[in-house]
Antibody, heavy 120, light 109 residues
């Protein structure tokens, strides 16, 4: 059974940093791109970015709203995807989900999400 | 940047058919995916690649995509189908990214 478990969320002050983890099991992690999606309270889904598998260079893409502040990385040995959030703003407050990508850039499986609250 | 437009809400009686649209400029040239999200839960993929269903998703869920509109159709609607539904595409016209529609709240009367 595929499982994705996010962790690392919490309350953080504006301007500070946080690192989220997405621990995967039930599939060959290194074979798949991994994507992060967020959802602000009461709002819709917003794509954050993704990291390709090593077979496709392991490169990353980011939404304009987070580019330069957020960084996605992966550890294929540990089956973990990371989302480093720097220079956090109040508008980054959201539940952050990680997804295993399907072949045509969609979220095949989703974690339960982790809440990040940015507030002073 | 590419924009997807969904109606904020759709209402349907149990046993009837619900159609949720997703509008976008020449969306028929893109591949559309659909997610269901119930309150307090993570999204679940219900249709991918315009009209395919992941394993475990009932045949009552179907999708189509042509011209400027993609449609998620739910036949024989049940109370348990009440949820928010989001369409999504991959867009690389500006830079590579996923684009989500604003979401549609399906209410089962």
């Amino acid at each position: 059974e595929v499982q994705l478990v996010e962790s690392g969320g919490g309350l953080v002050q504006p301007g500070r940093s946080l690192r989220l983890s997405c621990t995967a099991s039930g599939f060959t992690f290194g074979d798949f791109a991994m994507t992060w999606v967020r959802q602000a309270p009461g709002k819709g889904l917003e794509w954050v970015g993704f990291i390709r598998s090593k077979a496709f260079g392991g490169t990353t893409e980011y939404a304009a709203s987070v580019k330069g502040r957020f960084t996605i990385s992966r550890d294929d040995f540990k089956s973990i995807a990371y989302l480093q959030l720097n220079s956090l703003k109040t508008e980054d407050t959201a539940v952050y989900y990680c997804t295993r990508d399907g072949g045509n850039s969609y979220g095949l499986n989703w974690g339960q999400g982790t809440l990040v609250t940015v507030s002073s | 940047s590419y924009v997807l437009t969904q109606p904020p809400s759709v209402s349907v009686a149990p046993g009837q058919t619900a159609s949720i649209t997703c509008g976008g400029n020449n969306i028929g040239s893109k591949t559309v995916h659909w997610y269901q999200q119930k309150p307090g839960q993570a999204p679940v993929l219900v249709v991918y690649d315009d009209s395919d269903r992941p394993s475990g998703i009932p045949e009552r869920f179907s999708g189509s995509n042509s011209g400027n509109t993609a449609t998620l159709t739910i036949s024989r609607v049940e109370a348990g189908d009440e949820a928010d539904y989001y369409c999504q595409v991959w867009d690389d016209s500006d830079h590579s990214n996923w684009v989500f529609g604003g979401g549609t709240k399906l209410t089962v009367l």
